[in-house]
Structures are given as structure tokens and as C-alpha cells.
């Protein structure tokens, strides 16, 4: 009723979702690698090991969280970690990333 009452010219989003057998929403493939590359951000930077890897290879100041959330959004050429969820360029800088601290490269 509330859309029928309201005045003509009135502006309304409308989204669309994939919904399985049970009405829950489908996490499409690339959603859920976002998802994962978002958490794998956060909990990196909460990683004192790999705190201690960015300052080695000049990509955070200091070894703390807020430092590394700061080099990875700099590295990823993001404004927030957030972003990894939709930007594929972003999340393939970060993955990069992630491997070479995983393979322990010192030059980025």
C-alpha cells in the first residue's frame, strides 16, 4: 500500500538476489572469494609476524595492527580493507601480497 500511496516521481532501489530452495540468498563464487580476502586482511594485520614483515619490507611504519591496515590499504591501492570484497584488481594486489609474506620475499 505504501508504494501506491506515495507521489508520482517518488525514486525507489530495487535488487535482485539469487535465492536457493529454502529463500536464502546465494553467495555467488567472487563473493565469496571477497569474503575470505577481506577476513584473511584483517587477520593478518592482527598477525605479529607479519606486523614485523612490513615494517621489514617498508610497507608499514611500525609493527602494529593500525600500521599494516594502513600498508595493506596502500599496497591494494584501496580506502578500506572492505574493498578486497568487490574490486578484483584490489584482491589480486592483496593475494600478491599475501604470498610473498607467506614465501617470506623481502622485496616487494
Known amino acids: 500500500m505504501d508504494l501506491l500511496a506515495q507521489p508520482v516521481g517518488?525514486?525507489?532501489q530495487i535488487?535482485?538476489?539469487?535465492?536457493?530452495?529454502?529463500?536464502?540468498?546465494?553467495k555467488g563464487?567472487?563473493?565469496?572469494?571477497?569474503d575470505r580476502a577481506v577476513?584473511?586482511?584483517?587477520?593478518?594485520?592482527?598477525?605479529p609476524k607479519f606486523q614485523q614483515w612490513m615494517v621489514r619490507v617498508?610497507?608499514?611504519?611500525?609493527?602494529s595492527e593500525e600500521?599494516?591496515?594502513?600498508?595493506?590499504?596502500?599496497?591494494?591501492k584501496v580506502e578500506s580493507r572492505a574493498e578486497l570484497k568487490t574490486?578484483?584488481?584490489?584482491?589480486a594486489n592483496f593475494i600478491v601480497?599475501?604470498?610473498?609474506?607467506?614465501?617470506?620475499?623481502?622485496?616487494?
Not at 39 to 47: D, F, G, I, V
Not at 87 to 91: G, T
Not at 97 to 108: A, C, P, V, Y
Open 10 to 12: 517518488c525514486r525507489y
Open 15 to 26: 535488487a535482485m538476489v539469487l535465492l536457493d530452495d529454502h529463500d536464502q540468498p546465494v
Open 29 to 34: 563464487r567472487d563473493m565469496e572469494e571477497g
Open 39 to 47: 577476513q584473511s586482511a584483517a587477520m593478518l594485520c592482527r598477525n
Open 58 to 63: 617498508g610497507l608499514a611504519v611500525f609493527a
Open 67 to 76: 600500521a599494516c591496515t594502513d600498508g595493506v590499504r596502500a599496497f591494494c
Open 87 to 91: 574490486n578484483h584488481e584490489a584482491r
Open 97 to 108: 601480497l599475501r604470498e610473498r609474506f607467506e614465501n617470506n620475499f623481502l622485496d616487494i
